[in-house]
């Protein structure tokens, strides 16, 4: 009787080039420990770790059709490590920046500034979209630090209706200026009042 042996590295590939998801359970079960413990010994975060050699395997299933690789686990290997790398560089970027943005100087204030106009010049021809009640309510929110029952008894308006025109046009200006954190102050007078 014939000794069952697991499949080959070259096997395992050529099925997953033709989409063999056992193929691929099997390279996973066969390799995730070790490249596991490449990414922590690497990056010493265990989240992080897993989370790289997850992508890896995720590229290993998304390029599977192009790969030809002579060493399956080799190529795992060196994947892992050169993610890890990526991120720590990444890291690294992101710490520089943060670093460079804390330390506050003129240049960065007139930059600021700079932003600031442009931002404003930005927001006001969104706003000069805005069909008039809309435009309206904004103005007296925003520029004339009106509340809501304020506006809606100067407009002649239900409450409800100056709020849902504030609304869409916050929303409005969400929408355009698709910066996360540009369209935060612009929202926090609803909530603080």
Known sequence: MKE????SDADMMMSLRGDNGRAFADIYNRYWKTLLAIAFHHCKD????????QEV????????KDQHIDSLEAYLATAVRLSVFKHILR???RTQIME???????SSQEEEKIYTRLLQQQING????????CRLVFRLSRTEGLS??????????AGKTAEAHLTKALKVLKLKLNRHCLWIPLLLPLFIS
């Open 57 to 64: 395997f995720i590229s290993l299933w998304n390029r599977r």
């Open 91 to 93: 890291q690294k970027r």
């Open 46 to 53: 265990k989240v992080i770790a897993e989370e790289i050699v």
């Open 148 to 157: 809501i029952p304020e506006i809606a008894h100067q407009m002649g308006i």
């Open 100 to 106: 460079q943005t804390a330390a506050p100087a003129a």
């Open 126 to 133: 969104i706003v000069e979209t805005l069909p008039t009640q």
């Open 4 to 7: 069952h042996r697991p499949p």
